[in-house]
């Protein structure tokens, strides 16, 4: 897989794609630890929320398929989560670890950015913190 040329076809399929407004590359390829069989994990904002919750689920699934499709890969090597649904401690990794590839609303990106910020410090930042002082 030639990811430089992936990446650069993936941000502009974003760019295309109406209901993405930021997108994130995080994981392996984020951290520049990939291997061959490394999947390309993304991470998106939807510009709408979904209110079926199954289309919600299924959302960016689709996207994943769609993109694999439309890049030529195989089933598997594109992941795509939606950060408005993830669980906190992994939209804080994508944020902490990740890279930003694409904002088209720099207020919605930055209020993502303070949500999952916000909700990482008051329920998981203290319950961490405690664990690390008993255990270590």
């Given amino acids: 897989m030639n990811f430089a040329k992936n990446k650069s076809q993936i941000i502009q399929l974003a760019q295309d ?3 993405i407004e930021i997108l ?6 984020a951290k520049g630890n990939a291997h061959k069989k490394s999947d390309i994990d993304l991470a998106v904002a939807f510009k ?3 209110n079926n919750v199954i289309e919600r689920r299924l959302r960016p699934e689709l996207l994943a398929l769609d993109w694999q499709h439309q890049l030529n890969l195989s089933e598997g090597q ?3 989560l939606d950060i408005n649904i993830a669980p906190i401690p992994l939209a804080m990794s994508v944020l902490q670890g990740g890279e930003l590839l694409l904002s088209k609303n720099r207020s919605r990106q ?4 303070q949500r999952i910020m916000s909700k ?3 329920d998981y930042l203290y319950h961490y913190q405690q664990q690390r002082a008993n255990y270590g």
């Fill in 17 to 19: 794609e109406d209901s």
């Fill in 120 to 122: 990482w410090e008051l």
């Fill in 24 to 29: 994130w590359l995080y994981g392996s390829y």
């Fill in 48 to 50: 709408t929320w979904e």
């Fill in 78 to 80: 594109i992941s795509v």
């Fill in 110 to 113: 930055l209020q993502e950015q």
